[in-house]
């Protein structure tokens, strides 16, 4: 099987079928748990339409071999294309073992690729020298030099200082009209600027989660993307395309996969609550330390239970998703419950029909939220509490002295508030 990930062993590569490529920024300096994984896996996918696939660093969180098999292996499965990799200030380590040089270029068909490696947040004499012997070249006749630290612009401070970006300008002034764009990773967004008469892309979305970057670039405003760059005509140019949160459909496909990933699921949440219900014991006998560890566990078995439900999830668009919950919510608590609460009582299982008849009464509840909760922009509940014994669900406004399906005392409701 050909190799996807390609070390670079030449300063210069001509790659005369190249006519496209796809861009992706920072998939693991986050970690490579699977939640994030499922991310790149689709920007892999989706950049597998162009010719060729360039990482903009920060490929691992940090530079181990451990890391770099594990990314490696998941890269060469599921890249559709050749994928070219630049280092990120994550990078580090055995980074030149996996993917050679750190400064290189790509001639390609109609344009060039300049990489060059600012991890440390500096230029390297050995790739500004670089980038005037690319563009000095008659066939290149228009470049993109890709970095992973932006350069100073009007979006954010992170960034490389005045004097290294200088350093870049004078390798590039003499043919500065042949720089199509300058391209970056490094920050968990995106945003397209003007730098020095340069359309300046900075795209941080194929893994890492999206973070607020300044007042103006803020995480939920942006999603998870790639970029498309593709000839139309002699001109280079560029698009930007999300990664949807159903992602990678590839494993869940595979029955065996998704049952054993189902039954998976069901058992860590199964030890999740139990976990938990321990933790509660504990607590209200005074076991602060003994309490402290079970919910620690708790919220471990809670993060496995996300790995593996997020391979086989498929989740609608985010602004779509309330609404999705509410026909389950609504068959529980009008056939399911209802129906079990009714055979508990035939079969003088009172237990078993209080559990049923105190969920019915909060799914009910359930659902009223989430149909408010659908038009998301103007939903205005600050304040939401759960009764802690009983799991019933209200709002500030309707909020008792005690709980209206099993009598638990206010002073115990849990409160959820913004």
């Known amino acids: 099987m050909k190799n996807r990930i390609q070390r ?8 005369p079928h190249v006519r496209s490529f796809g ?5 693991g300096c986050e970690g490579l748990g699977t939640y994030n994984m499922k991310v790149y896996a689709g920007a892999l996918e989706e950049s597998g339409q162009a010719d060729m696939t360039l990482i903009v660093g ?3 969180p940090t530079g181990t071999k451990a890391y770099y098999e594990t990314i490696c292996g998941i890269t060469e ?13 994550h990078d580090t380590g055995e980074y030149q073992k996996y993917f050679g040089r750190q400064n290189y270029a790509l001639i390609c068909n109609g344009f060039a690729i300049v990489v060059l490696d600012n991890a440390m947040r500096c230029f390297e004499e050995e790739g500004l020298l670089l980038v005037k012997k690319v563009l000095a070249l008659e066939e290149v006749r228009q470049a993109v030099l890709a970095f992973h630290i932006p350069v100073p612009n009007h979006f954010i401070q992170n960034a490389v200082s005045e004097e290294e970006f200088s ?23 995106c945003f397209v600027d003007q730098v020095d008469g340069i359309p300046f892309i900075c ?3 194929g893994g890492a989660m999206i973070e607020d970057v300044s007042e103006s670039i803020r995480a939920c405003d942006v999603n998870h993307h790639m970029i ?11 698009q930007f395309t999300d990664i949807p949160e159903a992602c ?7 029955p065996v996969i998704k049952e054993r990933l189902e039954e998976t699921v069901k058992g860590e949440l199964m030890a999740h609550l139990k976990y938990l219900m321990f933790a509660d014991r504990a607590r209200r006998r005074g076991m602060d330390k003994i309490a402290n560890l079970f919910e620690a566990l708790a919220d471990s078995e809670y993060r496995h239970a996300r790995n593996f439900y997020s391979v086989m999830e498929r989740p609608a668009a985010f602004s779509e998703s309330v609404e999705t919950f509410i026909p389950g919510e609504v068959f529980e608590y009008e056939h399911i419950y209802k129906t079990m609460a009714d055979y508990a009582k035939g079969e003088n299982a009172p237990l078993t029909r209080q559990a049923y008849e105190g969920a019915l009464a909060a799914e009910k509840v359930h659902a009223r939220l989430l149909k408010e909760a659908g038009d998301m922009e103007s939903f205005q509940i600050d304040s939401v509490y759960v009764c802690p014994i009983c799991g019933y669900l209200m709002t500030g406004d309707g909020v008792k002295e005690r709980c209206p399906v099993c009598g638990g005392p206010a002073r115990q409701f849990k409160e959820f508030k913004d």
């Open 77 to 89: 499965t599921i890249g559709k294309n050749d994928v070219y990799v630049l280092r990120g200030n």
């Open 8 to 15: 670079v062993e030449e300063a210069i590569k001509y790659l």
């Open 23 to 27: 861009v992706i920024g920072n998939p």
């Open 58 to 60: 920060d490929l691992v």
């Open 203 to 205: 795209t941080g979305g």
């Open 167 to 189: 350093k870049l300008q004078a390798s590039y002034g003499p043919w500065k009209e042949k720089v199509a764009y300058l391209l970056c990773g490094h920050v968990h967004s």
């Open 248 to 254: 990678y459909a590839g494993e869940r496909k595979n």
């Open 228 to 238: 498309h760059f593709f000839m139309e005509g002699e001109k280079l140019c560029y």
